[in-house]
């Protein structure tokens, strides 16, 4: 079993079809949404495929030492994790295609209208060991 990151984007990525920012969306489409995304995570853990899965708030701040006491520095001129990352699903399956299989499922969870986002998302493996350094 090899262990992948299902990483949901608020940008980045190409729009999806659905392309209704959550904000917008009625409190009735952000449970439907909620309650696909939770039927989806309980489906994986009866097959053992489910890791863990969070969404992420939408505060934080990029932090950085910045020098033998200094406080440390926060944002920049780079966009945060906050702009970007909505949240993630972490699976453990027996192969990629399995991954993608599973992806491609998970973007199919309903947005506004009740309709499905078909929104990106980015399947990441995990490494298996660190990496070799070759000189």
Known sequence: MAKYLLLKHYRG??????????DQWTPEEISAHMQYMNDFAARLEKTG???????????GAWVRYDGEGRPPV???????????IAGWMVIDV?????????????SAA????????????????FLAAPPTITE
């Not at 990525?13 to 659905?18: D, L, M, Y």
């Not at 027996?94 to 998970?106: M, N, P």
């Open 49 to 59: 495929e489910f890791v863990d899965g969070q969404a992420l708030a939408p505060e």
């Open 13 to 22: 990525a190409p729009s999806p079809v659905n392309d209704v920012p959550m």
């Open 94 to 106: 027996d192969s990629y295609e399995r991954a993608v299989e599973l992806a491609g499922e998970l």
């Open 74 to 84: 926060t944002d920049g001129p780079f966009a945060e994790t906050k702009d970007l």
């Open 110 to 125: 309903p947005g506004a209208g009740g309709k499905p986002i078909h929104e990106w998302l980015e399947v990441r493996p």
